[in-house]
């Protein structure tokens, strides 16, 4: 039996220069994507990698091997030794992985419970992986409902009102640390800020930093037409901009308050020594691998809001996620619910299928024998005994099919194909050795081959 495996690590079970070294880019992704689709226990395969987490969601068709499998290619691709990796990766398989998806793009396991900018993480990952082969049905269909689900969560609860994004946290933190009330009216009125990057995370930043009233952005990026497109939105939003050229970054530190970054840059975009002498600057860096060089502030005057301060903050004061959580839990547990039921039900299909299968041969057998011990019956005669011995089958057969479709979908801690081939006597169709559903760290999971301890979870609590 195939099932969906998520193994995974967040903001919640690892520490940012972990998490750092296994950030991907879109190139480094496909081919990881790839690489988990070469080994023999997987068949699908998609990954979504932030700021805040670097999670890989597989179909497997052997729990234990699947998880080697993952952990194996992650090695592989970032150089992390395998025993660090086991130490801070979590696993979710089947029912729990499913939770922990719609959880994840609810919004709900975020730094920022609400957040909305993790669905559109998780869509654009779902998307690369569609395009390039890697979603198959299982994750298609999760992947689907988990989107469903994130947008019924907005929709329908006040959890936006917990936090927009990490940007608009990062933005608050580096107002506190200016002294600056966030809450206040036009907090950054009469500030100049550099804005570098014209991705999603510099856009949301600049938006976010015209709303909080500041009075003048400058916008550098590689590409610069799109730095140009950025500077247009900020003119209509009535925010004036300006454009200069990358490589020009560093000679409008003296005349800015404020530089938020997030390039995804292979090396700083800023580092100590281009802060000019006597400067006072906020930096705010928004990009795993980091963009910023930490060193920054050793310098006076010179102070740094990054992925994990963010962190830290976050730990510190558990307050900064204003949990709203209620309703959006009481979505996911109605969309798990009814996600879940489907996937049972489509589960004991081949199980159903065997049972009628077998039913239909024993009558055909039996109508064989009473065929050459009835040689004179006529055909008319002989057709309506067919007829009859199929009614008899289909009808016997009816209310057990409907019966156990019933119960699938009410229930995951019953193996209803191994129930009917235990009461009707049938062949295995479907072996399944492990766990109906997991929710653990990946220290904890023996070797493969191993029987693993089961760890069910009930809704809104897979979150590490």
Not at 34 to 59: H, P
Not at 61 to 85: K, Q, W
Not at 93 to 102: P, T
């Amino acid at each position: 039996m195939v099932s969906v495996l998520i193994v995974g690590m967040s903001h919640r079970s690892a520490p940012v220069a972990l998490l750092e070294r296994l950030s991907m880019d879109d190139s480094v992704r496909g081919e990881t994507t790839q690489a988990l689709l070469g080994r023999a226990s997987l068949s699908e395969a998609m990954i979504v990698s932030t700021c805040n987490r670097l999670e890989v969601y597989t179909v497997t068709n052997s729990f234990h091997t699947g998880v080697n499998d993952v952990v194996e290619v992650l090695h592989e691709v970032s150089g992390v030794d395998i025993e660090t990796l086991r130490g801070y990766l979590y696993v979710r398989y089947a029912d729990a992985a499913a939770e922990h998806m719609l959880v994840v793009t609810s919004g709900l396991d975020s730094m920022v419970v609400g957040e909305q900018q993790i669905i559109g993480q998780v869509r654009n990952a779902y998307q690369a992986a569609s395009a390039s082969g890697s979603v198959g049905p299982a994750l298609h269909s999760l992947a689907q409902t988990a989107l469903h689900t994130g947008k019924r969560v907005h929709t329908e609860t006040n959890i936006d009102d917990a936090g927009a994004s990490m940007v608009s946290f990062a933005i608050d933190q580096a107002l506190a640390q200016m002294g600056i009330d966030p809450a206040s009216e036009k907090p950054l009125a009469g500030k100049t800020a550099l804005v570098l990057g014209a991705g999603a995370m510099s856009s949301l930043a600049a938006t976010h930093l015209g709303k909080a009233g500041i009075d003048r952005l400058v916008l550098a990026n590689r590409t610069r037409e799109r730095a140009e497109r950025m500077a247009q939105h900020s003119e209509e939003a009535g925010v004036a901009a300006e454009v200069i050229d990358f490589e020009e970054r560093t000679f409008v530190l003296n005349r800015v308050d404020m530089v938020v970054s997030a390039t995804g840059a292979d090396d700083f975009t800023i580092k100590p020594s281009d802060i000019p002498v006597d400067a006072a600057l906020m930096l705010v860096d928004l990009s795993m691998p980091r963009d910023i060089d930490d060193a920054c502030t050793e310098i006076p005057g010179v102070d740094l809001v990054n992925i994990e301060r963010l962190h830290k903050t976050n730990r510190e004061d558990p307050s900064a996620n204003s949990p709203r959580e209620a309703d959006a839990l009481a979505i996911v547990r109605e969309e798990l619910e009814a996600f879940t039921s489907e996937q049972r039900i489509r589960d004991i299909v081949p199980a159903v299928s065997a049972l009628r299968k077998q039913a239909a041969d024993v009558g055909t057998e039996e109508l064989e024998r009473l065929r050459q011990r009835a040689p004179g019956i006529s055909e008319d005669d002989w057709a309506e005994v067919n007829r009859t011995v199929r009614r008899v089958v289909d009808k016997l057969l009816h209310q057990p099919t409907v019966r156990v479709k019933e119960l699938a979908a009410r229930s995951g801690t019953v193996s209803y194909d191994s129930a009917l081939q235990e009461l009707f006597g049938l062949e295995a169709v479907i072996t399944n050795a492990a766990p109906s559903t997991t929710s653990v760290n990946a220290s904890e999971l023996p070797d493969a081959g191993i029987v693993a301890f089961v760890n069910s979870t009930s809704a809104g609590q897979t979150r590490e």
